[in-house]
């Protein structure tokens, strides 16, 4: 069967998330998050102010930081105090965080979605660290792509639950990816269904970027290096275990992967990494990891 162009896969996601009558959308709180960290001249306490209108938001945010990826010296119990922690830069990124997990909070779906998190943290975490090795200059951004770079399976698995359990027993004890699965199924794949929904929460291009291409970031036309840093983190979450419940078979060798070449071109010294060291550090973060999302998701 010959694949569908780009083009037909947009134009078949597209249709798909048309079709859902009552489709998601970015809560109102991030919307006046954004708006008010855009003025240069706004407050702290207008930004808590505004946060504490949810509360389920406010109390992830605290929990968050006080999660081993921000590691504070003591626990932080205010809003304030984890806002001024994270500074102006984080806010917009763990408050986005926030709103996509209460975003499809609560929707059945094919798989567990606490270890879709568990994935999603593992490959924002991942690439911060390998942003920081790359020495990318905008490592919090790599970290929230990592998070929101597989958004589209999230909408399969809750709103084509059927569909998509069929796609996991197909590619069981195969070597098939997911992608390749869904394409033979639907004509069209996650990074399509994901791109279309990042459109219409008003994503910023390097996030769509990602979205669409994390798994081709040769294919990347907006910042190829961080394309290919997720990628890379996605690889390595999945052969860590960090892959919903190991539902899909990863092997790869990095000096075979797009993404290790487009690393090599921006970041010369990135060549000398020790993988096997790398996979140690990761394997010690995994913990992290899930305590991070059950706590998060704790009432």
Not at 131 to 145: D, F, G, N, S
Request: proline share 4%; net charge negative.
């Amino acid at each position: 069967m010959n694949k569908p162009d780009k083009a037909k896969r947009m134009e078949k996601a597209e249709l798909m998330i048309r079709q859902v009558v009552n489709l998601p959308t970015i809560p109102e709180t991030m919307t006046r998050v954004t708006n008010l960290l855009d003025n240069p001249d706004v407050e702290l306490d207008e930004v808590a102010e505004v946060i504490l209108t949810d509360q389920v938001m406010a109390s992830r945010v605290i929990k968050i930081v006080n999660s081993p990826m921000f590691r504070p010296m003591h626990e932080i119990k205010s809003l304030k105090r984890a806002l001024i922690y994270l500074g102006f830069r984080r806010i917009r990124e763990i408050a986005l965080t926030c709103s996509i997990i209460k975003t499809f909070e609560g929707k059945e779906g094919a798989f567990d979605i606490k270890t879709f998190w568990q994935h999603s943290f593992g490959v924002g975490i991942v690439s911060k660290i390998i942003a920081q090795r790359v020495r990318y200059p905008e490592t919090e951004k790599a970290y929230i792509c990592g998070i929101v770079h597989d958004i589209g399976e999230v909408f399969l698995s809750s709103y084509q639950s059927e569909m998509f359990q069929k796609i996991i027993d197909l590619i069981k004890g195969t070597c098939h990816s997911f992608a390749e699965a869904e394409l033979f199924m639907l004509g069209t794949t996650h990074c399509e269904l994901g791109l279309s929904l990042a459109k219409k929460w008003n994503f910023p291009l390097e996030y769509c970027d990602v979205i669409e291409n994390h798994h081709s970031p040769q294919d990347a036309s907006f910042d190829p290096m961080l394309v290919a840093i997720v990628n890379l983190a996605d690889l390595f979450c999945s052969v860590r275990n960090l892959d919903y419940d190991n539902r899909e078979w990863v092997s790869f060798s990095l000096a075979e992967e797009k993404s290790w070449e487009i690393l090599q071109r921006y970041s010369p010294n990135f060549s000398e990494l020790d993988v096997e060291r790398f996979c140690f550090e990761l394997d010690e973060r995994v913990a992290e990891i899930e305590e991070m999302v059950r706590s998060i998701f704790e009432s």
